[in-house]
């Protein structure tokens, strides 16, 4: 999708023998912030100038950017979500003495409520008039950017910190004083869909990418948890030992730098301890948390696997990229930013080890891939629980086997019966039930490359992996992007399946109808085709893996090194065609059993009849 014809603009339409080119293009950002803040009131003053490249084939005449901490005000869209959804996130509802939810938001006095009030904005030196409505705020440009040049913003404006209701904010429930997140004006990202201006209702984020410079002026007891990379570690606290930390009027100005990121964050508190871990042929990893007994012990011992963890990832999905990361103590759970993530620290060990999994996991998927989390939600939580699914049994010495998460299956399953399921390629804001989105987000996401490992084979889907890399890291790739590598790896087909399973909610079910001596008759139940593996025991011991592809795949998925079909032999038949119902398996010795894909990686929502035993 977003390597069409790019409109060649000037001199090269002039050009004899216009050619095909690859014309994807993202825009940049450059931001250099300024914070200085009053950890007393939980208010900043803040100021930006922000280099905004256009490398769109279009003439912007405004630009947009979000405000996210508007959303933590009474009557905000967030506000009225939490008030009307029939299963609110528990994080963000209180229950009264009734027990009927209230929305926290609404119950924000002036001094607890978010905002980000703009003083000015200026491109080039001219002040801009702006349109703010919710999280948007729309600026129109005193000069056009056209294509391929760069502008430069000057940005000043005042901050008010939230209470933490979610994800970020000020005093969070472990007592953290401040968790930084979506904290700054934030340039709304323009492609080739056009602008992405999604309101801040509680789910996630797209950005362009680009550096970062920030400073942070903060009073000197301070410890700064960070993305990027601290460039004054002798002149702040906490992360040499006996730093000449460099005051003026009480305060200490941090500086982070962090290059080709689009979220950047961090957090604050007095009571932070850092510690430091060098995963070999990797980042630095920073631990920053609180120091407290119960605290400092799982963290301490979650180092060497976090290490592990960094390892496997980049083994399996691409080098990871960038210095360093950091894993902080912050927030309401897990969230995921630009080489850090704000985690809650009062976990078990297993809790503590999974949501740093998880969270390291969206380095690749989410901000090396830059997913658009908004409509996108289920590649980015998807591919992620998949990743961290992986090495979570890797490194726990479990065997991998071809499905690696049967429990991921039996969820999905009774939400697609539950008949609440909606298509997964919906707005991730826009799921009638937070359980609905739950579900397919982190688990359908997950299953849909279980599946594809099955449609593909496993060899090729690890193959994806690192292709996909190679072509997408540092840019927005969509699911079709995506697809669009595993067909050039398997040499495959695949438009059904991404259509079939990401936009519609349609389940998958086949069965064994009947086994005689000549034949096994299989039946499509439901209005899904996919490719069936067959494995037949017969009465005599031996074993036969009929393989029956799809028409739509237009080829086979090689022969897999599965344990269990090891030495079987296998048969490849005709291809079916989703518009015949049954399909006839011709045999010539009796069956003692038979089973539909043994490895259980089809999502078929009735096993039971996939079966047969004489
Ligand atoms: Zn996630």
């Known amino acids: 999708m977003k390597k069409s014809l790019c409109i060649l603009f000037g001199l090269l339409t002039t050009i004899q023998g216009f050619a095909q080119q690859n014309c994807y293009w993202q825009q940049k950002v450059d931001y250099s912030i300024q914070a200085d803040v009053d950890d007393k009131n939980a208010r900043y003053d803040g100021k930006m100038k922000l280099v905004y490249t256009n490398n769109s084939p279009d003439v912007l005449d405004k630009v947009y950017f979000h405000l996210y901490y508007n959303a ?88 008010q910190v939230p209470e933490t209701i979610r994800r970020g904010g000020k005093n969070s429930r472990e007592g953290v004083a401040l968790t930084m997140t979506q904290w700054y004006p934030k340039m709304a990202n323009y492609d080739d869909e056009g602008w992405h201006l999604d309101e801040y209702i509680g789910r996630e984020f797209y950005a362009p990418f680009g550096n970062f410079d920030v400073k942070i002026n903060i009073e000197k007891d301070f410890v700064i948890g960070s993305s990027g990379k601290l460039q004054n570690p002798n002149e702040v606290k906490g992360y040499v030992e006996n730093p000449n930390i460099k005051t003026k009027n009480g305060k200490v100005n941090w500086h982070f730098k962090a290059e080709n990121i689009h979220d950047f964050a961090w957090a604050a508190d007095k009571n932070y301890v850092v510690s430091k871990q060098k995963v070999p042929s990797g980042p630095e990893v920073y631990f920053v948390h609180l120091d407290k007994p119960e605290i400092n012990q799982n963290w301490t011992e979650a180092q060497p696997i976090t290490v592990q963890f960094f390892e496997f990832m980049s083994e399996n999905f691409g080098q990871y990229p960038w210095e360093t990361y950091s894993i902080v103590q912050g927030g309401d759970g897990g969230m995921e930013y630009g080489t850090v993530t704000m985690v809650t620290g009062g976990r078990s060990m297993n809790s503590l080890v999974g949501v740093i999994f998880h969270e390291v996991a969206h380095s690749w998927y989410q901000q090396l891939f830059g997913i658009n989390e908004t409509v996108h939600e289920w590649m980015d939580e998807g591919f992620t629980s998949y990743a961290e699914q992986l090495a979570h049994l890797k490194l726990s010495g479990k065997t991998i086997e071809p499905n690696s998460n049967p429990e991921a299956y039996d969820a999905y399953f009774q939400l697609a019966k539950a008949g609440i399921e909606e298509p997964m390629s919906l707005m991730a804001d826009y799921y009638n039930y937070n359980y ?179």
Do not use: C
């Not at 905000?76 to 209230?102: F, Q, Y």
């Open 72 to 159: 933590f005000q009474p009557g905000s869209a967030m506000d009225m979500r939490l008030r009307n959804i029939e299963d609110p996130d528990s994080r963000m509802v209180e229950r009264d003495s009734d027990g009927k939810t209230i929305s926290r938001i609404s119950k924000l006095g002036k001094d607890d409520i978010g905002y980000q009030k703009i003083n000015f904005i200026k491109q080039n030196g001219k002040n801009l008039t702006y349109k703010i409505s919710g999280t948007v705020m729309e600026v129109k440009l005193a000069e056009k950017l056209q294509p391929g040049k760069s502008t430069t913003f000057d940005l000043d404006w005042k901050a």
């Open 436 to 614: 609905a989105y739950g579900i397919e987000a982190y688990v359908k996401g997950q299953i849909y490359l279980i599946q594809l490992g099955y449609i593909i084979g496993d060899e090729n889907l690890k193959t994806t992996f690192k292709e996909f890399y190679k072509e997408w890291k540092f840019k927005h790739p969509t699911p079709n992007d995506f697809k669009r590598t595993a067909e050039k790896i398997s040499g495959l087909n695949l438009k059904w399946y991404q259509n079939l399973f990401v936009n519609t909610v349609r389940t998958i079910d086949y069965s064994i109808e009947t086994v005689k001596k000549d034949e096994i008759k299989l039946k499509n139940l439901s209005n899904f085709p996919m490719p069936i593996d067959l494995l037949v025991e017969y009465t005599d011991g031996s074993k036969e893996l009929f393989y029956i592809p799809n028409l739509e795949l237009r080829g086979e998925k090689p022969t897999e090194n599965i344990e269990i079909y090891k030495d079987v032999k296998r048969t490849v038949l005709d291809p079916w065609a989703w518009t015949a119902p049954e399909y006839s398996v011709k045999i010539s010795k009796e069956v003692k059993s038979a089973v539909i894909d043994p490895t259980k990686r089809l999502a078929d929502i009735d096993f039971s009849n996939n079966t047969y035993k004489k």
